[in-house]
């Protein structure tokens, strides 16, 4: 079971930014996303598709069809910069996709 | 508020054996979820090593298995992790987590330690 992610992804502040995991097993899986900035550990910012912690910005939303996810962050801020990885489960336990570098500039 | 503090050397000798202990706060590990372990190697995306549930059942990743040992110590509300016959390749950042739900893996990790960086060196 693989998750498949873009390497980057580049916005200017304001604009919409679109991150997308894709993975044969993702039709019948939940999907988190994780965001990951240098140094720290990750930030969990959506579960179970589209429901985001206490916390979580209301610009940052989700969605599965098929076999993608797709991240989405209404109105990127600088401080969004930084790596998204998407995260599900299969037999073996955890998998995470290859991480998506976002850059607001 | 669940804390997961992490403890072990930061430096380990190829062909030996890396150790790491994560302590919880703030919830039982013997209530459940699987409490797991995930590294990060210099410049790389996140890779998940396994989990343990208090029962002592266990999640790996396949490409591990055959070196890693997880173990959990509820009177101590700890878990553990062993990697075996370490090598330059075995250099990362590694986390310990809480996974899943109180019953099963299927879920978020939801809380995460600050990361303990492991270099394999001589």
């Known amino acids: 079971f693989e998750l498949k992610q873009s390497p980057s992804v580049s916005v200017s502040p304001r604009q919409t930014a679109t991150i997308t995991c894709s993975g044969d097993g993702l039709s019948r899986k939940y999907v988190c996303w994780y965001h990951q900035k240098s140094g720290q550990a990750p930030v969990l910012v959506l579960y179970e598709d589209s429901k985001r912690p206490s916390g979580i910005p209301e610009r940052f939303s989700g969605s599965r069809s098929g076999t993608m996810a797709t991240l989405t962050i209404s109105g990127a801020q600088v401080e969004d910069e930084g790596y998204y990885y998407c995260y599900s489960t299969d037999r073996f336990g955890g998998v995470f996709g290859g991480g998506t570098k976002l850059t607001v500039l | 508020q669940v804390r997961l503090q992490q403890s072990g050397p930061r430096l380990v000798k190829p062909s030996e054996t890396l150790s790491l202990t994560c302590v919880v706060s703030?919830?039982?590990?013997?209530?459940?979820?699987?409490w797991s372990w995930i590294r990060q190697p210099p410049g790389k995306g996140l890779e998940y090593i396994g989990g343990?549930?208090?029962?002592?059942?266990?999640y790996f990743n396949e490409s591990l298995r055959s070196r890693a040992t997880l173990s959990i110590d509820t009177s101590r509300n700890q878990f553990s992790l062993q990697l075996a016959s370490v090598t330059a390749a075995d250099t990362a950042v590694y986390f310990c987590?809480?996974?899943?739900?109180?019953?099963?893996?299927?879920?978020?990790?939801?809380?995460w330690g600050r990361g303990t960086p492991v270099t394999v060196s001589s």
């Open positions: 343990i549930y208090y029962s002592g059942g266990t």
């Open positions: 703030g919830y039982s590990i013997g209530s459940g979820y699987y």
């Open positions: 987590a809480r996974e899943g739900n109180p019953i099963s893996i299927v879920g978020k990790i939801d809380f």
